[in-house]
């Protein structure tokens, strides 16, 4: 069994994974000693862990977790993955944006595929031939919801909503159809533009708030299980098969 921790923007979240598959995922606003030993205590079968993030407390968690008794792969621009990577500045990629596209070439097999993962921000990323192009990077959906709350004067704090309408008929009912159909038009955008170059491409929806784009949008796939964290395990496990002292 493996440890996988993404610290994200907002939430540190871990899934204890078994042959591949999450048994347990779990959120912390902050990941502390006493939920790494929790956890080993748990599971005692967990021997690894990978640890990535797109922020600074990588080496924080990583040591708590050695503390447990893992052995810890620390996940930067350089750890060795499954996939090419035609990215032009590796050290500036986001590791979830990366773990993301090993997730859907190594486990769903989608060798040209467009992803789009809904978190705090919407990332719209391009894989062909098995290798990361590249992408987009735009506000998520709870991040307009908040920004058009907080930088104007009467505007209410909305939800996401699955309530398809062609026009709002109140103001609240404007910003939830303004902000859901604003994103689904841009995502449909997205994909007729890079159709156009590669008719082949299947479309591969994860994150938190993806569950609201599935009916939305036409031939989107619903990835089953959270992208990142599979793609995370399989980084883990490349790089064990690979070269054992990493650890």
Do not use: W
């Not at 190594?106 to 919407?122: K, L, P, Q, S």
């Amino acid at each position: 069994m493996n440890l996988v921790v993404d610290i994200g923007n907002s939430l540190i979240k871990t899934a204890v994974m078994d042959g591949g598959e999450a048994v347990d995922v779990r959120r912390y606003e902050i990941f502390e000693r006493e939920d790494a030993m929790a956890l080993a205590a748990e599971y005692p079968s967990l021997e690894r862990a990978i640890v990535a993030s797109t922020g600074q407390d990588t080496a924080r968690v990583a040591a708590i977790l050695r503390e447990a008794g893992l052995r810890v792969l620390e996940m930067s621009h350089s750890t060795a993955v499954p996939i090419g990577n035609g990215y032009r500045t590796p050290q500036t990629l986001g590791v979830d944006r990366l773990a993301a596209a090993v997730g859907a070439v190594c486990v769903m097999g989608c060798r040209d595929c467009v992803i789009v993962d809904f978190g705090t921000a919407i990332t719209i990323d391009l894989v062909e031939g098995g290798v990361f192009r590249g992408g987009n990077i735009s506000p998520g959906v709870r991040t307009r919801f908040r920004a058009l709350h907080d930088y104007t004067e009467r505007l209410p704090e909305c939800e996401p909503t699955e309530e398809q309408l062609a026009i709002g008929g109140t103001t609240r009912e404007a910003i939830e159809q303004g902000v859901m159909q604003g994103i689904t038009h841009e995502i449909e955008g997205y994909i007729r533009d890079f159709m156009q170059s590669n008719a082949k491409l299947s479309l591969i929806f994860t994150g938190g708030d993806a569950k609201y784009f599935v009916k939305r949008i036409k031939n989107a796939i619903f990835a089953k299980c959270d992208l990142v964290f599979c793609g995370l395990n399989t980084i883990l496990e490349y790089n064990a098969s690979i070269e054992e002292d990493i650890f």
